[in-house]
């Protein structure tokens, strides 16, 4: 799908003046870019196959000391060791004066700005051209929406030889990694994303350039979405907190008075500020002895430490969770971009400068170590209470130069920042007496009522042998649901749809549903397709939830309070696909020369379609309550005793007949 041509910021043709080649270039966002790949000839660059056409098409291929404007030796040896003494200020690269190698926050602001101003399915769709490239069924082909023209230029290998033609974009960073590795960017026929790569030096791959100068962006993208924190009271004192998908943290480092805790240098006034340094058994509460042995015994899993009563220490679990939710919902831009706060981090090549994208507010306030305080505006931690062993512990950290939230582990007294995390809310506070209670694994699920049918208003997630949590990470079926193959679903052999049995497929067929719930038929997702065309806005918009869904695609009413959340879907090759961008729903019907019916949202169409599936592909399971049937009360004769025995099945809703190889319901799932 690409964007209307108006929307790309078109720049005059740039001439290189050392070999009068001429390139198109393209504006994308304050950058403006080269549109085409560098064909500058050097030694150390070739031509695709050694093919001079290719070059003509695809551009020259260079290794990473060539595209640097260096002699071969630093293909092999650090950059560090270059003697820049040498030369009146900073090296210059293979592109021409004026404009550079991008580096890799040259990268990140590109990436930043297709992610947000994007209108395909990913930023790597954004940048592909619409020709060229291999194609692969699951990916869209390219939309170059921003004029970048990215051309699948393929490779050199020291080993392999030339591949890749037709599949793979690299472009080099100056970033390297050591003497033998540097950074670059890449882009695959079979994926949706541009992402940073590592390769040897000598490998020799395609170089875009990036104009010195920043222009007025035209038309900005959307801000991001930064979440105004609230306020809550502890003991008369207002503190500000931020909902990050179903967690509530503290929105500043806590600033709790106890031994072991420390301001930045010695000021109560910093402490107010900043917030206070805590070592790990100050923050868990514990005396110094625990420096040098295991506090397992004394710290449990939601272990309230320093932290204000209804508030605890994040477990690494916790700190999983929050990672978890902002990659899901922001892709374009990392999880440590996102967190750090703006404009007070050191600046670096390698990495974007703090969005705050969820309010979490992260400042660079360092570390304390034996009274010092080192790391003051590049870095920060926060204390966990899980320990490594008995003299270390682990922390999450960010830095001004990497763009993730990484796990690490320091000695317990070291003194880090603490935030506080909000105690889960008990089952009673987010389940009402419509909820429903599945004894087989303790699951609650929210229900919602459409036009007099009950519905599960989330995806389940009973855990039953063949189904699957989206990239085998478990942290996703606890917010999306499990993901199912449909003979699985319905409790079927898995040759059914192929070799059908005769009355397989019941009416109300509980299939992995609890009893007294089935899988939806076709007449049940009809009659909701229905009753929802009556509320505000399309069907898809009002059953569509907010949480989860790429930003940017269409409208979302949440109307109906069916919650559809984009659950994605694992392909019958243990693929995972779309998570963020898609849900499909099996619906009980299947066999006799048909395939599986399911029924299916995407977020960049406003519309609920209903299609077949035959490959055995695993979707989301939402289950529906069978319908209670009438009951007729006769009244007894007077004198006669009034029998109860054979009203009582007819009140209770009938269990769907499960295959033999069925587990029996209230069976605990396997773990």
């Known amino acids: 799908m690409a964007m209307d041509l108006f929307a790309i910021d078109q720049m005059p043709d740039f001439k290189d003046p050392r070999d009068k080649r001429v390139y198109k270039t393209v504006q994308i966002g304050a950058q403006r870019w080269f549109a085409e790949n560098l064909r500058f000839e050097i030694k150390g660059s070739y031509c695709y196959d050694n093919r001079d056409y290719n070059c003509s098409r695809y551009g020259r291929l260079y290794d990473w000391a060539t595209a640097m404007m260096m002699v071969d030796y630093y293909n092999s040896n650090s950059i560090k060791k270059y003697d ?3 030369v009146k200020g900073k090296y210059h690269d293979i592109c021409p004066r004026g404009w550079h190698v991008p580096s890799n926050k040259d990268w990140f602001k590109l990436k930043y700005y297709v992610g947000r101003a994007g209108r395909s399915d990913g930023v790597g769709v954004s940048l592909k051209s619409s020709e060229l490239w291999e194609q692969e069924l699951r990916v869209p082909a390219g ?3 921003f004029g970048f023209n990215a051309i699948p230029a393929g490779e050199k290998n020291v080993y392999s030889g030339f591949i890749d033609l037709g599949r793979t974009a690299q472009f080099w960073s100056t970033m390297e990694i050591d003497a033998g590795g540097a950074y670059y960017w890449s882009l695959m026929y079979d994926t949706r994303t541009l992402e940073k790569e590592f390769a040897a030096k000598d490998e020799a791959v395609s170089v875009r350039c990036v104009e010195d100068k920043l222009y007025e962006i035209k038309e900005p993208p959307p801000p991001p979405p930064v979440v105004v924190p609230e306020v809550v009271k502890i003991k008369d004192k207002e503190v500000l907190t931020v909902h990050i998908g179903d967690q509530v943290w503290m929105a500043k480092n806590l600033d709790v008075d106890v031994p072991g805790s420390f301001c930045y ?7 107010s500020k900043f917030g206070r340094y805590y070592t790990w058994p100050a923050a868990m509460k514990l005396s110094d002895g625990y ?3 295991l506090g397992q015994d004394s710290v449990k899993r939601v272990h309230r430490g320093v932290c204000p009563v209804g508030w605890h220490i994040p477990s690494i679990y916790d700190f999983d969770r929050l990672k978890a939710y902002i990659k899901d919902i922001d892709d374009a831009v990392s999880v440590g971009t996102n967190l750090k706060a703006r404009d007070v981090w050191l600046e670096s090549e390698n990495s974007m400068a703090g969005e705050n994208g969820f309010g979490f507010n992260a400042f660079p306030y360092g570390m304390m170590l034996s009274d010092t305080v080192s790391g003051k505006d590049s870095l920060t931690g926060f204390w966990s209470t899980a320990e490594k062993d008995s003299a270390t512990a682990f922390f999450w950290s960010l830095r001004y130069d990497n763009d993730d939230f990484i796990r690490d ?8 920042p603490v935030r506080c995390l909000m105690d889960p809310p008990g089952v009673d506070e987010i389940y009402d007496s419509t909820a429903l209670y599945d004894s087989r694994d303790e699951n609650r699920y929210k229900t919602v009522e459409i036009g007099g049918v009950r519905w599960m208003a989330e995806n389940l997630r009973f855990a039953v042998p063949g189904s699957f949590c989206y990239e085998n990470k478990d942290i996703r079926c606890r ?9 699985v679903a319905m409790r079927l052999p898995e040759d059914f749809l192929v070799n059908p049995v005769e009355g397989g497929i019941t009416v109300e067929h509980q299939g992995v549903c609890p009893a007294g719930w089935h899988m939806p038929s076709q007449k049940d997702w009809d009659k909701l397709v229905e009753d929802v065309s009556k ?7 009002a059953l569509k939830m907010r949480e989860g869904w790429v930003r940017g695609g269409a409208p979302i009413s949440e109307a109906s309070g069916f919650n559809a959340i984009p659950a994605g879907a694992r392909y019958s090759d243990g693929e995972f696909v779309e998570l963020g961008t898609s849900v499909y729903f099996w619906e009980a019907s299947g066999g006799n020369d048909a395939g599986a019916g399911y029924w299916n949202l995407i977020n960049s169409r406003d519309e609920l379609t209903r299609a077949e599936e035959f490959e055995g592909a695993a979707f989301s399971v939402r289950c529906v309550k069978n ?6 009360m006769v009244k007894p004769a007077r004198g006669a005793t009034q029998d109860t025995s054979a009203a009582a099945p007819a009140a209770t809703a009938p269990a769907a007949t499960a295959p033999a190889n069925a587990a029996p319901a209230g069976t605990a799932p396997a773990k």
């Open 84 to 86: 820049f003494s040498k």
């Open 143 to 145: 939309s170059d929406e």
């Open 265 to 271: 240098e010695r000021k109560d006034e910093n402490c």
């Open 291 to 293: 420096a040098a042995k």
């Open 409 to 416: 582990s320091l000695g317990k007294m070291t003194a880090f």
């Open 479 to 487: 917010s999306y649901g499990r993901l199912y193959p449909w003979h």
């Open 535 to 541: 509320m505000k806005g399309s069907v898809a918009s």
């Open 627 to 632: 319908a209670m049937p009438d009951v007729k």
